[in-house]
């Protein structure tokens, strides 16, 4: 779970890179979405052999509950919701025995049901699972919307995702740029990258390709591949930013190390000046020595 330490994540069907490989930078078309629909989440980490580690959101009343737990105080049979959430996750992380999905998934909902964000949204996630319930994307959406009006990000961009496909709630441009630019502000990375592409073509809100362009480059220095792509494309012909070669590289060059291509940008590589290419690869050096670095395996 996105907001429990990757229990569940929101698996998205990636799309195509913003330019096609028979266009040109010099004339960019609207740019793509980084993500079209909603699909089945991955494996939770607690099927997986490795434990998943405490819940990032609350890690430290995590380990108070689980030790009131431990000691027989058992507060999550008195109602208290942030303890229910808690044994969740302990559930689902296999710290607890006998570890249970089902009855971390019936705490859940008990703590759902008394108000508790995450637990909605991991909820959720669940259902759009499909595994321990029916798959229900009209149920997902009614979970992540009432932990989307308390101001939790992960289920304001899962919820747009909904309403940018029409699953479980109608088709809605309009809504689905709300929630994005809600998620967004509150540093949601995928949010931030979906809203500059709905900013930068105008899509449910208004066009604001100089927007774009700042969120692109905040996600884009987070490290997000599709940010970086989105990024390159804009500062190879100067819309939203004023065009940079150098950067344009860069960028480019950061995001295929991170398994993001485009053929035109190539093409727009080998247009500019050996001095410019220099320069651009021994700024994106670092970036890919961090990313060849994060993925040796670790001892």
Request: proline share 7%; glycine share 6%; hydrophobic share 45%.
């Amino acid at each position: 779970m996105k907001s429990a330490a990757c229990l569940l994540a929101l698996a998205l069907a990636a799309t195509d890179i913003a330019s096609a490989a028979a266009q040109t930078p010099s004339h960019p078309p609207p740019m793509q979405p980084a993500a079209k629909s909603v699909a089945k989440p991955r494996t939770p980490a607690a099927a997986q052999p490795t434990p998943a580690p405490a819940p990032a959101a609350a890690r430290p009343e995590l380990d108070l509950a689980y030790g009131a737990y431990q000691r027989g105080y058992y507060i999550a049979e008195r109602g208290d919701r942030e303890a229910m959430f808690a044994l969740a996750m302990f559930h689902f992380s296999r710290r607890i025995e006998p570890a249970s999905r089902e009855e971390g998934a019936k705490l859940l909902a008990a703590a759902a049901k008394l108000g508790q964000a995450a637990a909605a949204y991991d909820l959720g996630l669940l259902y759009i699972e499909g595994q321990l319930f029916p798959q229900d994307f009209a149920r997902a959406a009614q979970l992540f919307r009432s932990a989307a009006q308390v101001g939790n990000p992960e289920a304001q961009y899962a919820l747009a995702t909904l309403y940018k496909e029409g699953r479980g709630v109608p088709k809605d441009a309009v809504e689905t740029a709300r929630l994005l630019a809600a998620a967004s502000l509150a540093d949601n990375t995928d949010a931030q990258v979906e809203y500059a592409i709905a900013l930068f073509n105008g899509t449910g809100v208004t066009k604001n390709e100089q927007m774009a362009a700042i969120l692109l480059a905040k996600a884009a220095r987070k490290g997000n591949p599709v940010a970086q792509n989105r990024l390159a494309n804009i500062l190879a012909v100067g819309r939203g930013a004023q065009a940079n070669p150098m950067q344009a590289i860069k960028w480019h060059t950061i995001a295929k190390a991170g398994g993001v291509s485009d053929v035109p940008l190539d093409v727009f590589v080998q247009q500019q000046p050996a001095d410019v290419r220099a320069a651009a690869e021994k700024a994106a050096k670092p970036w890919v020595d961090a990313l060849k670095e994060s993925r040796q395996p670790r001892s």
